[in-house]
Protein backbone atom coordinates (compact mmCIF):
# COMPACT_ATOMS: atom_id res chain seq x y z
CA UNK A 1 0.00 0.00 0.00
CA UNK A 2 2.77 2.37 0.76
CA UNK A 3 4.45 1.63 -3.02
CA UNK A 4 1.06 2.78 -4.14
CA UNK A 5 1.06 6.36 -1.78
CA UNK A 6 4.47 6.92 -3.35
CA UNK A 7 3.77 6.21 -7.08
CA UNK A 8 0.47 8.42 -6.60
CA UNK A 9 2.46 11.25 -4.89
CA UNK A 10 4.93 10.96 -7.75
CA UNK A 11 2.69 11.24 -10.75
CA UNK A 12 0.83 14.43 -8.55
CA UNK A 13 4.05 16.35 -8.19
CA UNK A 14 5.37 15.27 -12.00
CA UNK A 15 1.73 16.88 -13.26
CA UNK A 16 2.30 19.83 -11.35
CA UNK A 17 5.86 20.48 -12.51
CA UNK A 18 4.65 19.94 -16.13
CA UNK A 19 1.55 22.41 -15.96
CA UNK A 20 4.37 24.54 -14.50
CA UNK A 21 7.06 24.30 -17.15
CA UNK A 22 4.45 24.41 -19.66
CA UNK A 23 2.90 27.92 -18.05
CA UNK A 24 6.21 29.52 -17.31
CA UNK A 25 7.96 28.29 -20.92
CA UNK A 26 5.14 29.36 -23.21
CA UNK A 27 6.48 33.13 -21.78
CA UNK A 28 10.15 32.47 -23.32
CA UNK A 29 8.91 31.46 -26.51
CA UNK A 30 10.50 33.10 -29.75
CA UNK A 31 8.89 36.28 -30.55
CA UNK A 32 10.35 35.97 -34.42
CA UNK A 33 7.94 35.63 -36.97
CA UNK A 34 7.75 32.11 -38.45
CA UNK A 35 7.51 31.03 -41.77
CA UNK A 36 3.93 32.54 -42.26
CA UNK A 37 4.46 35.59 -41.36
CA UNK A 38 7.86 35.57 -43.66
CA UNK A 39 5.27 35.06 -46.61
CA UNK A 40 3.07 37.16 -45.82
CA UNK A 41 5.67 39.81 -45.70
CA UNK A 42 7.39 38.92 -48.99
CA UNK A 43 3.94 38.86 -50.68
CA UNK A 44 2.59 41.75 -48.98
CA UNK A 45 -0.62 41.09 -47.53
CA UNK A 46 0.97 41.17 -44.10
CA UNK A 47 -0.88 44.58 -43.64
CA UNK A 48 -4.35 42.76 -44.00
CA UNK A 49 -3.17 40.50 -40.92
CA UNK A 50 -5.08 41.74 -37.75
CA UNK A 51 -2.77 42.08 -34.55
CA UNK A 52 -3.67 41.24 -31.21
CA UNK A 53 -1.59 41.14 -28.03
CA UNK A 54 -2.65 39.17 -25.51
CA UNK A 55 -0.13 37.80 -22.95
CA UNK A 56 -2.04 35.15 -21.21
CA UNK A 57 -2.95 33.54 -24.22
CA UNK A 58 0.38 31.51 -25.22
CA UNK A 59 0.80 30.50 -21.36
CA UNK A 60 -2.88 29.56 -21.19
CA UNK A 61 -3.54 27.82 -24.42
CA UNK A 62 -0.12 25.71 -23.26
CA UNK A 63 -2.12 24.92 -20.10
CA UNK A 64 -5.32 24.28 -21.40
CA UNK A 65 -3.59 21.73 -24.41
CA UNK A 66 -1.43 20.15 -21.42
CA UNK A 67 -3.99 19.67 -19.12
CA UNK A 68 -6.71 18.06 -22.54
CA UNK A 69 -3.51 16.01 -23.61
CA UNK A 70 -3.47 14.17 -19.74
CA UNK A 71 -6.92 13.55 -19.65
CA UNK A 72 -7.44 12.01 -23.03
CA UNK A 73 -3.98 9.90 -21.68
CA UNK A 74 -5.71 9.44 -18.41
CA UNK A 75 -8.82 7.93 -20.34
CA UNK A 76 -7.51 5.90 -22.17
CA UNK A 77 -4.90 4.04 -19.76
CA UNK A 78 -7.89 3.78 -17.81
CA UNK A 79 -9.74 2.03 -20.52
CA UNK A 80 -6.61 -0.21 -21.58
CA UNK A 81 -6.63 -1.01 -17.75
CA UNK A 82 -10.20 -1.85 -17.08
CA UNK A 83 -9.83 -4.16 -20.62
CA UNK A 84 -7.12 -5.86 -19.74
CA UNK A 85 -7.91 -6.52 -15.94
CA UNK A 86 -10.77 -8.54 -16.98
CA UNK A 87 -10.00 -10.40 -19.52
CA UNK A 88 -6.75 -11.89 -18.67
CA UNK A 89 -7.19 -12.76 -15.06
CA UNK A 90 -5.16 -16.01 -16.14
CA UNK A 91 -1.89 -14.01 -16.86
CA UNK A 92 0.99 -12.36 -14.53
Avoid at 23 to 46: C, E, H, I, N, T
Wanted: proline content about 3%; overall charge positive; aromatic content about 6%.
Amino acid sequence: MKTSMKTKTFLIVGVLVALLVVGVASFYASVKPDGLVYVADQMGFMDNAEKREAPLSGGLGALVGAVTVLALASGLAFVVRRRGGSSGEGNP
